[in-house]
């Protein structure tokens, strides 16, 4: 296919795949954590930065806000403003694509993949959330391809876009440091320029530090003195966010291994022979001792699992060989790695095999666990990619995950037995590298929506794998683009053109996949917020009191909220006594004590209850007493919205709270 026919039909995809996002854009009103963005805008229309009602500033993802303000600004404040530039990113990131797939593998892997983008029901519905995550998508694709082209290729026009690229997703999230993984990929690749090698390693870590000290610094000015963390919450900074990057040694694990006699014991013990005797080898033909000792501490480490010494010892092994041509040599990091990996799968395959070890990890949660929660679960040195991405992912998009994987595996293998200048490696590194940062980092959510960038590095590799296994089998063109097609159908169940098209006819009564969800609750719905909260808006008098089950939602499609009641939520601050939200500043009700006394305290005056349901997730957040209560209730129920699930009840102020309680 000539270049100007790839250009129309790049261009034609990316249309396509732009109508899809923009069908009935406005039909449905915000939802999950779209209400910070609507307050935020709304804030910096009025003051010209994202003020909160609570007297915070908003600072996260600054640079989307600002041009969602723009559209509030042409379009009204509305549902299709804000969500508006989300879409043209999701549309930008189908060309951005098919540049990257394009310079790895050739064209017709970036055509395929774009192609697979432009109908993806998972890229649609991410486009259609306004949040920045479609933003995020596109730079670091476009960032990849950049780092690619600039620093891979020595192509010194494209470096400056690709170092502000990594900065740009720093500022835009913490998960952009995905990006910024790609400046360690040259320490693994033979041939690389020695000085440019340690320059790009020391570059990523400068932004990444950057980042994280930008994000305390976000942080602290958002929400400065107010902002309270319970003891759920977890450490705060860089160490918190890190923190199963250090763990207690357990030498009992190894109590199991020892007494089994079995193959793997075995296995264990050849390897670490193995391992031991190719760095004295390694020692004794570079005579590098310095960085065979420091190689034989990985070793050490690796064998009792302490990812976050192991790399700490590789960071200095860095620090100690960049200005030295002569000592940093690549074979040291692509050892390192080996080892890394080797154990790591050692221990994996350790973990299936023994239920005793099985039992013992601090991830088994359920007694008797099926295999691939096995599977799953014990990535050895990386403890948390089963619940950050196997389980939700293995879940929604089996297939998907399950080939990408596999060609990412055959790229790393292909790199080995090739040699090749890094092409291969460099692509299966942009899969694996997000999942040890994911794997380690310090963080309650297992939602698909944090790896959403990787999402598309994923499509890519099942693009490449599907065009190799049809040239190998198909000579004919024609028919090898047939084979591919068709098998991108097949595999890539994500991509259903009619599916595609369906997203803008859906209601608040379609059934949704949770597992899918775009949200950070997961709803197997799309909550209809809009109804209810104009319901209560158009009747509530300004003496009357209202109570919110979803906080900011509400207060955007009510005007306003006196309360909050929170479930086990922790995002408080303390504010002249009270305990108050980050985004409304309302006093929030943490239980069914403090939201008795709220009745009693505004006995007399009308009382409106917004959005609670009895959704099957409302068991993990609210106390029993809190559904026996509302069951109760019932017969106050005034307004039912159009998902027939979200209520609003009225308690008129004429009767006494006590008769409502009883």
């Not at 319970?230 to 923190?243: C, E, H, I, P, V």
Request: hydrophobic share 50%; aromatic share 14%; net charge positive.
């Amino acid at each position: 296919m000539s270049r100007k026919w790839t250009i129309c039909l790049v261009a034609a995809l990316t249309l396509v795949g732009l109508a899809l996002r923009l069908r009935g854009l406005g039909n449905l009103g915000f939802w999950g954590d779209e209400a910070y963005q609507a307050l935020a805008v709304e804030g910096i229309l009025k003051h010209g930065y994202p003020l909160l009602p609570s007297g915070a500033v908003y600072l996260r993802a600054l640079p989307f806000q600002y041009l969602q303000a723009v559209s509030a600004f042409v379009f009204g404040l509305n549902e299709f403003a804000l969500r508006f530039p989300g879409v043209l990113f999701g549309a930008a990131v189908i060309p951005a694509i098919y540049l990257l797939g394009r310079d790895l593998f050739g064209r017709g892997a970036g055509i395929l993949a774009a192609a697979v983008l432009a109908f993806s029901v998972m890229e649609i519905d991410m486009s259609r959330f306004a949040r920045v995550y479609t933003m995020l998508q596109f730079v670091y694709v476009l960032g990849l391809w950049s780092f690619y082209r600039g620093f891979m290729k020595g192509e010194k026009r494209f470096q400056l876009p690709a170092h502000a690229l990594a900065v740009l997703a720093v500022l835009l999230h913490q998960i952009g440091l995905f990006l910024v993984l790609a400046y360690f990929i040259p320490l693994f690749i033979k041939g690389y320029q020695v000085a440019g090698r340690a320059k790009l390693a020391m570059t990523g870590v400068a932004i990444a530090v950057g980042g994280k000290l930008l994000g305390s610094v976000e942080h602290a000015l958002s929400y400065g003195r107010v902002l309270e963390h319970s003891a759920q919450g977890g450490a705060g900074g860089l160490a918190g966010k890190f923190s199963t990057l250090f763990v207690p040694i357990r030498l009992d694990l190894f109590d199991p291994l020892m007494n089994s006699g079995g193959l793997l014991t075995l296995v264990f013990i050849a390897l670490s022979a193995l391992a031991g005797i190719y760095l004295v080898a390694c020692g004794i033909r570079t005579r590098q001792w310095g960085i065979a000792i420091s190689l034989f501490i990985v070793l050490i480490f690796s064998i009792l699992q302490q990812l976050g010494l192991t790399v700490l010892v590789l960071a200095g092994l860095m620090l100690m060989t960049w200005r030295d041509p002569k000592l940093h040599s690549p074979w040291a990091y692509q050892a390192a790695l080996s080892i890394i990996a080797g154990y790591g799968a050692f221990w994996f395959s350790y973990g299936v095999a023994s239920p005793q070890w099985y039992e013992a990890t601090r991830m088994a949660a359920e007694p008797q666990p099926a295999l691939w929660v096995k599977l799953a679960s014990l990535i050895g040195h990386y403890p948390r990619v089963g619940e950050r991405f196997l389980f939700p992912y293995l879940k929604a998009w089996p297939v998907i995950t399950v080939v990408s994987l596999g060609a990412a595996l055959a790229l790393i293998f292909r790199h080995i037995l090739r040699g090749r200048a890094g092409g291969d490696f460099f692509a299966a590194a942009i899969y694996f590298f997000p999942l040890f940062l994911v794997g380690v980092a310090q963080n309650d959510n297992s939602n698909a929506r944090y790896l959403f960038p990787v999402y598309a590095v994923m499509i890519l590799l099942l693009a490449w794998m599907v065009l190799e296994f049809a040239g190998r089998t198909a000579r004919n063109p024609v028919m090898r683009w047939a084979l591919a097609l068709t098998l991108a159908l097949v595999v890539c169940t994500d991509a259903d053109p009619v599916a595609a098209w369906g997203v803008a006819s859906q209601t608040y009564a379609t059934s949704l996949e949770a597992e899918k969800g775009v949200t950070s609750d997961n709803y197997g719905f799309h909550k209809d917020h809009q109804a209810a909260g104009r319901f209560v808006r158009g009747r509530a008098g300004s003496e009357d009191v209202i109570i919110s089950f979803n906080g900011a939602l509400d207060y955007v499609y009510a005007g306003r909220i006196e309360y909050y009641f929170v479930g086990n939520q922790m995002d408080i601050f303390k504010d002249d006594g009270y305990r108050k939200d980050v985004f409304t500043g309302v006093p929030l009700i943490k239980g069914m004590d403090d939201f008795y006394r709220v009745l009693f305290a505004n006995g007399g005056r009308k009382i409106w209850i917004l959005g609670f349901s009895q959704r099957d997730y409302a068991k993990e957040i609210y106390p029993a007493e809190v559904l026996r209560f509302f069951e109760a209730l019932e017969p106050q129920r005034v307004f039912t919205a159009r998902d027939a699930r979200t209520p609003v009840y009225m308690i008129d102020g004429k009767a006494e709270p006590l008769e409502i309680i009883l």
